[in-house]
């Protein structure tokens, strides 16, 4: 017997009692986004790796160990499995032109790809849906992002999050500070960690992050970004923040919060819970306003967010807002061969007007049928025995209330339906 081939690691099943859930997120989603103004934008999941590289930044994690790179034995092009979907939106606009119009506000979901070590809320491949406003330069967009997504997780019963915000500043007020956090750290190189040396003078930044508590300890002490901010940058944050409390928001400033990708700069928030351990981030995003000219288009500003569906699913089964799965409305039990052929009619009309119909498939008698009806959670069974059939009849049973059973013309079944 050959041996059982398995799903790759890390890369998982959605199985149906699962998929529910997703449907239902995906639907919120469309909605949401739509009530916005927000438009669909679909990209591949393969595209060039140099994509990545000068987007993302070559001396991040990403690119330095997570990427899934080969290269296309046909034509010795160097591809990569998305392992983010901004910089796929991005190219796309400038490809197709999209900003000649006037601003975007566009939105993507779907796979990406990271080889790392497989956890809850961490998987080789993940889902996300990103939301990406495009040809924006004022902070009340930064601010629209924000707002949208306590709007969300309304919808979707969360909680549990709070929202944590900060600000780059530009690339001269960031060079300033990096060297001065360069010098601070070199003070304590015998005790930083792997990480914190390899990246000391390569992405400094990203030590801020660090979740090793000695390295925690070291940089409470360390020179703050918002010493060197430019006056621009101070300016678009203090009027972040002002819509914000105008609006009722609540935020913390977290002065380490740097994102891992290098395109960021101005402001960057996070959406973080504490029932999810230590894939806490649900959602994260901020202003990149250099990317699309770093790509090779036309220097345009533009902000996003992407949130990470596998570990918003996890929080709204963990807090228990949500129990979704697919229940029919009506389930067709028929015995009986001139039955049989009468159950297709009548679901498929119910089809017709807008219900959920399962019909029987696999024998058994009535009693062994309803219990299957009983148990796929239907309101309604429609019964059809032979003599139902002849007479174009259906008997139709509550299945959640106690009521009487009633045989009703086919014709009028829906409109029946519809109004009990």
Not at 228 to 236: I, M
Not at 250 to 271: C, P, Q
């Amino acid at each position: 017997m050959p041996e059982t081939i398995r799903a790759v690691r890390g890369m998982n099943d959605i199985l149906p009692d699962e998929s529910s859930l997703w449907a239902f997120f995906e639907d919120t989603i469309r909605t949401w986004l739509a009530g916005y103004g927000y438009r669909n934008l679909r990209t591949p999941i393969v595209e060039q790796t140099d994509l990545f590289v000068r987007s993302i930044g070559e001396v991040t994690d990403i690119v330095e160990k997570e990427m899934y790179s080969f290269v296309d034995h046909l034509n010795g092009e160097n591809l990569t499995l998305r392992p983010e979907g901004t910089a796929s939106c991005v190219r796309a606009v400038i490809e197709h032109n999209l900003l000649y119009s006037g601003p975007q506000r566009l939105y993507y979901n779907g796979p990406m790809f990271r080889h790392e070590r497989p956890q809850k809320g961490r998987y080789r491949q993940f889902h996300q849906v990103g939301v990406e406003a495009l040809g924006f330069s004022d902070p009340d967009i930064d601010a629209e992002l924000i707002i949208m997504c306590t709007r969300l997780w309304r919808l979707l019963g969360i909680s549990d999050v709070r929202l944590e915000i900060s600000t780059l500043g530009n690339i001269e007020s960031r060079s300033i500070y990096r060297a001065r956090l360069i010098s601070y750290l070199e003070k304590f190189h015998d005790v930083l960690d792997e990480d914190a040396r390899r990246r000391l003078r390569t992405n400094p930044l990203r030590i801020l992050d660090s979740k090793n508590p000695t390295m925690r300890a070291i940089l409470e002490d360390a020179p703050h970004l918002f010493d060197d901010l430019d006056e621009d940058s101070l300016a678009h944050f203090d009027a972040l923040q002002q819509i914000l409390h105008n609006q009722g928001i609540s935020f913390e400033i977290n002065h380490r919060l740097v994102r891992g990708l290098d395109y960021y700069n101005r402001t960057v928030f996070e959406w973080v819970t504490d029932k999810l351990g230590a894939q806490g981030t649900i959602c994260a995003g901020g202003r990149y306003d250099g990317l699309i000219a770093q790509i090779g288009g036309k220097p345009a500003p533009a902000c996003g967010f992407a949130m990470g569906i596998e570990r918003i699913l996890s929080l709204i089964s963990e807090t228990g807002t949500a129990e979704i799965r697919f229940v029919p409305d009506v389930y067709v039990v028929h015995q009986g061969d001139t039955a049989a052929e009468f159950s297709w009619k009548v679901a498929e009309s119910l089809r017709d007007e807008g219900f959920k119909v399962v019909r029987h498939s696999g024998g058994g008698n009535f009693k062994a049928q309803m219990k299957k009806a009983d148990a796929s959670g239907a309101r309604f069974a429609a019964i059809i025995g032979n003599d139902e059939a002849e007479a174009g009849q259906v008997s139709i049973k509550s299945l959640r209330e106690i009521a009487e059973q009633i045989k009703i013309d086919l014709t009028k079944v829906a409109v029946f339906l519809q109004n009990i």
